[in-house]
Structure formats: C-alpha cells, structure tokens
C-alpha cells in the first residue's frame, strides 16, 4: 500500500472496545471504571459467537495496514489498574484475545490521584513487565494522566515524549500505542504524538473521522450487556459505512484533495 496523504484517512477502522478496571470487587465505582471479570467473559465470548476476536491496538493497526483487519477488535484497559493482571490476562488467555493496557508512566505503583473518590491501585514496573509477558500489549497514558489538548510543547514532550521513554525503560522494548486521557486532545497532540515515534493513538467516543493518530472507541461500563456490546459494534459499522460514503463523495468531487479533517473531541469519559 502506498502512504499517500489520505493513506491514513483510508484506514478501515474496526471497533475498538475500552475498558477499566477489570475486579469483582463490590466497593462503590463512582466514576463507573470496574467491570466484573464474569462480565468481560460474557463480552468475549459474544465477540467469539460472532466470528470476531479481540486484539491489541498495535495488531488491530498492523493488520489494518494489510487491509487485513476484518474480523479483529480491539480491546483497551485504560489507566493500568493493577486487578488487570490477576482478573483481565486470565479471561483474555480462555478466549485466545489480547488487549492493550495503557499505564500512566509517573504513577507506576500508585494509585488514581487524578480521579476525585475511590482510589484504585496501578500496576508497578514489575507488574507492567508481567502484563507484557503474558502476551499483552503496554502502552501509555501520558506521565501523570494530563489534558493534552491546549498543552504548549514542553508538556506535550514531557508526557507523550517522556511517558514513551519512562515504559521503554521499564520494559526494555518498543512502545507503540498511546491514549489520550480524558479523550482530550488537537492537533499539536496528535503532532507530538506521532514526533514521539508511537505507531498509533486512541481518543474517547465514538466518533469518525479518525487515522491511526485519533482512533475512535465505545466505552463498556459496569452494567454493559452483551446487548449493549453489539449495539456498539453495530453503531461502529453503520457509522463506518456512512463514513466511507462521505468520502467518496468527497473525492469524487475534489479529487486533488486528501486532507483528513481532524475531528473535535466527543465525549468525557476518562
Ligand atoms: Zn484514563
């Protein structure tokens, strides 16, 4: 395929699914981050009866690069909770799925002092090492889970830039894929972003246009049926498919012009 300046805009975009905290635990989830582990099974084997399965953000993207994701979805853990390890990896390895967890760099250890509420513990470096053992993607979430969009240049350096090199170091290999916390980002961040050397990044909502930099997502939350799992997924293709009709409109009545137009951000969830 050649890399042309609409290569990106042309990215077939399968679904991408994102998660939180994976736990049976009862304690109170204000901001609604904990799905059960029963529940993410349920959610699993849904995608298996329809003929899908769910792969990290960094395989989702190659194989769309092939023109080969047909039959791929993504799944994302947002923030590196540390329960992903003991209540995620188990249920993914049952059902043959990887995802991608997207840990915030300067907080490895600690706990989600950017949420106001119940504190959820984080991954540490050793746990972040485990996670890629299993066979599961790492990725960033910034240095200290920050609104990227109106950032000057040295935040965007310090928390795309610097969360980049902080997780190479801990695990000793390339980090590829990125998250913008809060689904807030512009132009400048998707720029620093792909300046970082990151392969791809995912926003929040579920939106189009999107390229490798800005990839839309459906939240799943704590009450999430299977139900509500194809509904996305179905909202995800029609809207795909009006979203490639759009374009083609578009070419054919200016051919010369490639341009994606970056989309505003949709959505707050975190
Ligand atoms: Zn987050």
Same mark, same amino acid.
């Given at each position: 395929?050649?890399?042309?300046?609409?290569?990106?805009? +042309?990215?077939?975009?399968?679904?991408?699914?994102?998660?939180?905290?994976?736990?049976?635990?009862?304690?109170?989830?204000? &901001?609604?981050?904990?799905? &059960?582990?029963?529940?993410?099974?349920?959610?699993? $084997?849904?995608? +298996?009866?329809?003929?899908?399965?769910? !792969?990290?953000?960094?395989?989702?993207?190659?194989?769309?690069?092939?023109?080969?994701?047909?039959?791929?979805?993504?799944?994302?853990?947002?923030?590196?909770? #540390?329960?992903?390890?003991?209540?995620?990896?188990? !249920?993914? /390895?049952?059902?043959?799925?990887? *995802?991608?967890?997207?840990? =915030?760099? *300067?907080?490895?250890?600690?706990?989600?002092?950017?949420?106001?509420?119940? /504190?959820?513990?984080?991954?540490?470096?050793? *746990?972040?090492?485990?996670?890629?053992?299993?066979?599961?993607?790492?990725?960033?979430?910034?240095?200290?889970?920050?609104?990227?969009?109106?950032?000057?240049?040295?935040?965007? #350096?310090?928390?795309?830039?610097?969360?980049?090199?902080?997780?190479?170091?801990?695990?000793? #290999?390339? =980090?590829?894929?990125?998250?913008?916390?809060?689904?807030?980002?512009?132009?400048?961040?998707?720029? #620093?972003? $792909?300046?970082?050397?990151?392969?791809?990044?995912?926003?929040?909502?579920?939106?189009?246009?999107?390229?490798?930099?800005?990839?839309?997502?459906?939240?799943?939350?704590?009450?999430?049926? +299977?139900? &509500?799992?194809?509904?996305?997924?179905?909202? &995800?293709?029609? $809207?795909? *498919?009006?979203?490639? /009709?759009?374009?083609?409109?578009?070419?054919?009545?200016?051919?010369?012009?490639?341009?994606?137009?970056?989309?505003?951000?949709?959505?707050?969830?975190?």
């Amino acid at each position: 395929m050649t890399a042309g300046p609409d290569a990106a805009a +042309r990215l077939p975009l399968p679904p991408v699914l994102m998660y939180h905290s994976i736990s049976p635990s009862a304690e109170p989830d204000p &901001h609604l981050l904990r799905v &059960h582990p029963d529940r993410l099974g349920r959610h699993l $084997r849904l995608l +298996r009866s329809l003929g899908l399965r769910g !792969v990290s953000l960094s395989e989702l993207v190659r194989a769309a690069d092939r023109g080969a994701a047909r039959g791929l979805v993504g799944l994302t853990f947002d923030d590196g909770y #540390a329960d992903f390890l003991e209540h995620a990896v188990p !249920v993914l /390895r049952r059902h043959g799925m990887t *995802g991608t967890v997207y840990a =915030v760099a *300067g907080r490895l250890g600690g706990a989600n002092d950017w949420d106001t509420g119940p /504190r959820f513990d984080l991954l540490d470096a050793d *746990g972040l090492r485990a996670v890629a053992a299993a066979g599961q993607e790492v990725g960033s979430h910034t240095m200290t889970h920050a609104r990227l969009a109106g950032a000057g240049a040295a935040v965007l #350096a310090a928390e795309v830039g610097g969360s980049r090199e902080v997780l190479e170091d801990v695990l000793q #290999a390339e =980090v590829a894929s990125f998250c913008y916390p809060y689904g807030s980002f512009d132009a400048a961040a998707a720029d #620093a972003v $792909r300046a970082a050397g990151y392969d791809n990044a995912c926003v929040t909502g579920d939106y189009l246009p999107g390229d490798r930099f800005t990839l839309p997502r459906s939240y799943v939350g704590p009450r999430d049926t +299977r139900a &509500h799992v194809l509904a996305r997924l179905v909202r &995800h293709r029609a $809207r795909l *498919g009006l979203a490639a /009709r759009a374009a083609d409109r578009a070419r054919a009545d200016a051919p010369a012009e490639g341009a994606a137009v970056l989309p505003g951000a949709v959505g707050g969830d975190r």
